[in-house]
C-alpha cells in the first residue's frame, strides 16, 4: 500500500511567504490525484515537498506507513517527472531511463535490459540511441515518464507534465497518461493549473487557494457542486453564473426576476444575501416569455463550436447561458433565463460557502 498523507502541512518561504498553510490531504493507494490551482497557490511547493525536495516548516509527509518527513528523496520511492522534463543532454534516451537505475546501482545488463523493456513500452524502441535534442516535445514527454516508469516507484508526481506540449498532442499526451497509470496503478499525484485535465484525467481533484485546499472530490463534485464561490469560479470552461440574490417570498430575488420554489429551495431567513450559482449550461433561453423566468437582453454572443455562449444583461448584471449554435437570439433582443431545477446552487455571501 501506498497512499501519501499529509499532516497538517506548513512551508513558510524566507520573507514570510506561507506557501503550504497547515494542509491535510489523503491520496489513496492507486489513486491518480490533481493538485489544481491558480497560478502562486502552492501547487508545485506541495509536490516539492512531497517529493523530498522542500523541507516542510511544520507538518508530516507519509507514504505507505512510512513518516518520510525527514528522509532525502532517494529514499522515499518517488519518482517525479518535472514540466521542463530535466532530461540529460549528453545521455541518450537508453541511458536517460537508464539513469535512475544506476544511482541504485543495478548492473549494466540489468538497468540496459529494464530500460529497453520500459522505452519499448513507450513507444520508444526507435529513439533509444537519439539524444534529447534531436527528439520532439513530446517523445522527450516519453522518456521523463519511462525514465519514472524505469524506478518503480511507489508513487509518482508530475509537475504539469503535459504544459510544454502543443493542444493536439496534449490531447494525445492525456489518454496515454491516463492509460499508462491504468495499467501500473501506481498512486499518481500530478499537478495542474489547467482544469480541463484535471476534470479529465484524475479520479479525484484537490482545488487549492493560498496554501490552503479549498475542496477535494471527484471531477463530477467538483464541477457539479462546488464547494464555494473560489471552486465555483476556477471549476468549468464557462464560468459559472454567481449572482448575488435575496432571499424573499419563499423565493430569492436576484437581477432579472426573482427564481421561485420551482427553480430553487432558498434554506435561509427571508433578507438574507446569498450568491446563486448556476453554469450556463443548465440555464435555458427562450426568445418569448416564461413564466417565473428571469429576464434581460442578449449583450454578447461567443461561439464556442457545437453551443454558443449568450451573455444577457438584467438589471445590470450578466448572465451567461449557452445555446446550440442554430438557436442563437437576435443581439440586443429581449430574452427569458431559466435555470433547471436541481443545478441551482446557493452560497452564502458572508463566506461564500455552499449552502445547498
Ligand atoms: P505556478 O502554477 O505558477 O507554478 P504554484 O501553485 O505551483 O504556481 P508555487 O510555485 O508552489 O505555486 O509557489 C507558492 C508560493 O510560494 C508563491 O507565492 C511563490 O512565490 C512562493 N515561493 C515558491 N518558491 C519559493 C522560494 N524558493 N522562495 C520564496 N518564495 C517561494
Redesign the pocket.
Known amino acids: 500500500m501506498a497512499d501519501v498523507e499529509l499532516r497538517a502541512l506548513t512551508k513558510e ?3 514570510g ?1 506561507r ?1 503550504l498553510d497547515t494542509l491535510d490531504l489523503t491520496v489513496a493507494d492507486g489513486e491518480f490525484f490533481a493538485l489544481l ?10 509536490l516539492r515537498t512531497i517529493a523530498g525536495l522542500e523541507a516542510p516548516t511544520s507538518g508530516q509527509v507519509r507514504i505507505g506507513d512510512r513518516d518520510v518527513t525527514g528522509l532525502v528523496p532517494g529514499a522515499r520511492d518517488v519518482a517525479m517527472v518535472f514540466q521542463d522534463y530535466a532530461l540529460f543532454p549528453h545521455m541518450t534516451v537508453l541511458d536517460n531511463i537508464a539513469y535512475p537505475l544506476k544511482i541504485k546501482r543495478q548492473s549494466r545488463p540489468e538497468r540496459s535490459g529494464r530500460a529497453r523493456g520500459v522505452g519499448a513500452n513507450l513507444g520508444l524502441a526507435a529513439l533509444m540511441d537519439r539524444r534529447p535534442a534531436a527528439l520532439s516535445g513530446g517523445q522527450q514527454q516519453r522518456v521523463a515518464l519511462a525514465r519514472a516508469v524505469a524506478c518503480h516507484p511507489s508513487v509518482f508526481l508530475f509537475d ?1 507534465p503535459l504544459s510544454n506540449l502543443d493542444a493536439r498532442l496534449r490531447l494525445e499526451a492525456r489518454t496515454f497518461l491516463k492509460r499508462l497509470q491504468r495499467e501500473l496503478a501506481v498512486t499518481t499525484i500530478f ?1 495542474t ?1 489547467d482544469q480541463a485535465e484535471a476534470l479529465a484525467l484524475a479520479d479525484r481533484i484537490a482545488v ?1 487557494e493560498a ?1 490552503r485546499i479549498r475542496q477535494v472530490g471527484t471531477p463530477r463534485e467538483v464541477f457539479g457542486r462546488p464547494a464555494n464561490t473560489f471552486v465555483a469560479n476556477f471549476i468549468g470552461s464557462t464560468p459559472m453564473n454567481l449572482l448575488p440574490g435575496v432571499v424573499s417570498g419563499g423565493g430569492v430575488a436576484v437581477a432579472g426576476g426573482t427564481l421561485t420554489p420551482s427553480t430553487i429551495t432558498p434554506p435561509t431567513a427571508p433578507g438574507e444575501r446569498v450568491i446563486v450559482g448556476v453554469r450556463p449550461e443548465y440555464v435555458s433561453l427562450s426568445t418569448t416569455p416564461v413564466d417565473g423566468a428571469l429576464t434581460g437582453e442578449v449583450s454578447i454572443i461567443e461561439h464556442l463550436g457545437a453551443v454558443s455562449l449568450v451573455t444577457v444583461e438584467a438589471d445590470g448584471a450578466l448572465i451567461g447561458a449557452t445555446v446550440p449554435e442554430d438557436r442563437e437570439p437576435v443581439p440586443g433582443s429581449r430574452v427569458w433565463l431559466s435555470p433547471a431545477p436541481g443545478r441551482v446552487l446557493i452560497y452564502r455571501e458572508s463566506d461564500g460557502e455552499l449552502v445547498t
Open positions: 518561504f524566507p520573507g511567504v506557501a490551482g491558480p497560478s502562486g497557490c502552492g501547487k508545485t511547493t506541495l504539469e499537478v493549473h487549492m496554501g
